[in-house]
C-alpha cells in the first residue's frame, strides 16, 4: 500500500512515527525553506526510520508560495512523502560538471552558523620562515609552516588554468568525511557550493548549504576542496542510465540541468518522469549515510 505523509520540523518524530516501518522505497520532496538543523535531522529520522529502503528525493525549488503540499494543504518548511511497497534501486552521481585542477588543502576557513562559510586561506608547497610570525602563530613556535595564500587567488589560478571565464562556471567542491584525499568527482567524497563572492582581505564566500549540519566539519574544521568546472549534463546522466525498471523518476538538482534530457537519457524507450530542484537527497553508496547533493542527479528505478 502506498502511504502518503508529511513532516514538519517540530513535529517530525510523531509524524513518521504514524508510519508503516515496512516500506521498500520512500520518495522525498523538501521545502527550500527548511533550515538546515531541520533538514538535519529530517534525513537522520528518515534513515532510521527506513534503515534497508531505498531512499530518493529533491528540495524543491523556490516560488512565489509554499513548494510542497500534502492533502491541499501547505507543508512550510518541511517535507512531503510517499512510502512505497514497490522493489526500486537509486542510483546518484554530480552532473553537469567536472573536475578541474588539483585538490587544494584548506589552511583556514570560516564557518558560522547563519553565515555564509568562507575559505580564507590555502596551503601551498612553500614552507615558511620559522621566524615569520605570521606563519607560527597557529602551530608550534620555532617551526616553519607552509605558506598559505588568499582562498581567492588560488581559485582564480585554476580558473586561468582551465579557460573558466568566471565563478559562474565553478563551483567548489568540500570534502566530506569519507573522501580520505580523492581526486574523483563522486558526490561520496565532495559536497559542492557555488563560488558567490571575494572579501577585502581574499577570501572566497560559498552558498548553497552549510557545512556544519552536512557533517563535513567532524574534526571541526574543513579539510580540501576541489574546483568543478560547468559541462554538458548529458555525460553524467548516460553514466546513471537504467533499464528494465517499470519506471524511472530521475531527479535534478542544480544549474544547467533539464530534467527533459534527464528523463530522455535516464531510460530510453521506456516510462520515465523528470523533475527539477535546487538539490537532491539520497546515498552516494551502500554504506553511505542520507545527505544532500547539489549540481548533482538521481535515478530511482521502480520495479513492480
Not at 568562507?118 to 620559522?130: C, N, S
Not at 566539519?217 to 542510465?241: D, I, T
Request: charged content about 15%.
Amino acid at each position: 500500500q502506498v502511504q502518503a505523509f508529511s513532516a514538519d520540523p517540530n513535529t517530525m518524530d510523531n509524524d513518521l512515527q504514524a508510519m508503516s516501518n515496512s516500506a521498500s522505497c520512500v520518495l522525498l520532496f523538501g521545502d527550500p525553506t527548511v533550515s538546515p538543523p531541520a533538514l538535519g535531522r529530517m534525513l537522520d529520522a528518515v534513515g532510521k526510520k527506513w534503515p534497508s529502503a531505498t531512499v530518493a528525493g529533491m528540495m524543491a525549488a523556490p516560488g512565489s508560495g509554499a513548494s510542497v503540499w500534502v492533502n491541499g494543504k501547505p507543508v512550510s518548511g518541511g517535507f512531503v512523502g510517499l512510502a512505497l511497497p514497490f522493489r526500486a534501486t537509486a542510483a546518484l552521481d554530480l552532473v553537469g560538471c567536472k573536475a578541474v585542477g588539483e585538490e587544494l588543502e584548506i589552511f583556514e576557513a570560516s564557518v558560522q552558523r547563519g553565515k555564509a562559510p568562507e575559505i580564507i586561506q590555502i596551503g601551498t608547497d612553500q614552507e615558511g620562515d620559522y621566524r615569520d610570525v605570521a606563519e607560527t602563530e597557529k602551530g608550534t613556535v620555532g617551526i616553519p609552516r607552509r605558506v598559505g595564500i588568499p582562498a581567492a587567488a588560488a581559485l582564480k589560478s585554476v580558473m586561468q588554468k582551465h579557460g573558466i571565464s568566471g565563478p559562474k562556471e565553478m563551483l567548489v567542491g568540500l570534502s566530506r568525511p569519507s573522501a580520505q584525499g580523492s581526486l574523483s568527482g563522486l558526490p561520496s567524497c565532495w559536497s559542492l557550493f557555488n563560488w558567490v563572492g571575494v572579501s577585502k582581505s581574499g577570501a572566497a564566500t560559498l552558498a548553497g548549504g552549510d557545512p556544519i549540519t552536512e557533517g563535513l566539519m567532524p574534526k571541526g574544521a574543513l579539510q580540501s576542496c576541489q574546483c568543478f568546472q560547468v559541462s554538458p549534463a548529458s555525460e553524467g546522466w548516460q553514466r546513471l542510465a537504467s533499464q528494465g525498471a517499470s519506471l524511472t523518476l530521475a531527479l535534478a538538482g542544480g544549474r544547467n540541468l533539464s530534467p527533459r534530457e534527464a528523463a530522455a537519457t535516464v531510460a530510453p524507450g521506456g516510462p520515465a518522469v523528470g523533475a527539477l530542484g535546487v538539490s537532491v537527497l539520497g546515498k552516494a553508496g551502500p554504506q553511505a549515510q542520507l545527505a544532500v547533493h547539489r549540481q548533482a542527479g538521481l535515478v530511482l528505478s521502480l520495479f513492480g
